[in-house]
């Protein structure tokens, strides 16, 4: 997961979304934003430039050693975002919260106006429990731009069976993650530039993706120099093993 990503990499991975902020915040005044796998924060105290304090950033990472907030300030002024003798004037520096996200997010219900992850989900155990958590966490009216890496792994690392990091089955049939998602009412997937792939889910009341979790295969436990986990999914919630239905 690189951690020093600026706010640029939001608009490579998710399109026109600091459009859609900027337009969010003519109206409104003020949106409170939230970075999934913030790292070193290198992005959000973009937002904090760009934006002044008309946004309320906050991220999370996994632990302290994924970045914090110290680290946040350093490299913020090792690239130039802002001077030594501006850190200390910033009154919306924005917040790092810690959790394993596979157990949820650690957030009240409607509590941002945005959320965007660029380089996370590969890691993700559960990657639907996550896109559930955050409808839950956004405010009405409220947009996730979410990259979910449906590209392949690194091929020069990972094995053919390991370079995706998702598996969809539907009736016995493999489905293509993009194709499933954009059947979800309020969940609609985009590709951008360089291959990427964006997962945008808009505020719904109940949002089902009508997915279980099978198994979540953690590359790194098969070989040192893997990363990422692959998660597979089905349409079928229950069934009765076929060797007990023989009895």
């Known amino acids: 997961m690189p951690k020093d990503r600026g706010i640029e990499s939001v608009e490579e991975y998710s399109g026109d979304f600091l459009k859609i902020i900027e337009d969010k915040?003519?109206?409104?005044?003020?949106?409170?934003?939230?970075?999934?796998?913030?790292?070193?924060?290198?992005?959000?105290?973009?937002?904090?430039?760009?934006?002044?304090?008309?946004?309320?950033?906050t991220g999370f990472n996994y632990s302290r050693k994924h970045g914090d907030k110290m680290k946040m300030k350093e490299i913020a002024v090792e690239k130039g975002t802002f001077g030594e003798g501006e850190i200390g004037k910033i009154k919306n520096l924005p917040k790092i919260v810690y959790c394993d996200v596979d157990k949820g997010l650690p957030f009240n219900?409607?509590?941002?106006?945005?959320?965007?992850?660029?380089?996370?989900?590969?890691?993700?155990?559960?990657?639907?429990?996550?896109?559930?958590?955050?409808?839950?966490?956004?405010?009405?009216?409220?947009?996730?731009?979410?990259?979910?890496?449906?590209?392949?792994?690194?091929?020069?690392?990972?094995?053919?069976?390991?370079?995706?990091?998702?598996e969809i089955w539907d009736n016995?049939?493999?489905?293509?993650?993009?194709?499933?998602?954009?059947?979800?009412k309020g969940v609609n997937v985009k590709s951008y530039k360089q291959g990427t792939w964006c997962l945008e889910i808009k505020k719904q009341k109940k949002i089902d993706f009508g997915l279980k979790l099978i198994c979540a295969i953690d590359t790194n436990e098969i070989w040192k120099d893997w990363m990422g986990v692959k998660s597979i999914y089905t349409t079928q919630h229950s069934f009765i093993h076929h060797w007990k239905r023989l009895e």
């Not at 016995?172 to 979800?184: A, C, E, H, L």
């Open 172 to 184: 016995g049939k493999r489905v293509m993650p993009w194709d499933y998602f954009n059947k979800i």
């Open 109 to 166: 219900l409607n509590s941002f106006d945005f959320i965007y992850s660029r380089a996370s989900i590969y890691l993700f155990e559960d990657k639907v429990k996550f896109f559930v958590e955050c409808n839950r966490v956004l405010k009405k009216d409220g947009i996730a731009r979410l990259s979910p890496t449906f590209a392949p792994l690194r091929a020069d690392k990972h094995p053919r069976e390991y370079q995706e990091a998702w």
């Open 25 to 57: 915040i003519r109206k409104r005044g003020k949106v409170r934003i939230l970075e999934a796998g913030c790292g070193y924060g290198v992005a959000m105290m973009g937002f904090v430039k760009r934006f002044g304090d008309k946004v309320e950033m």
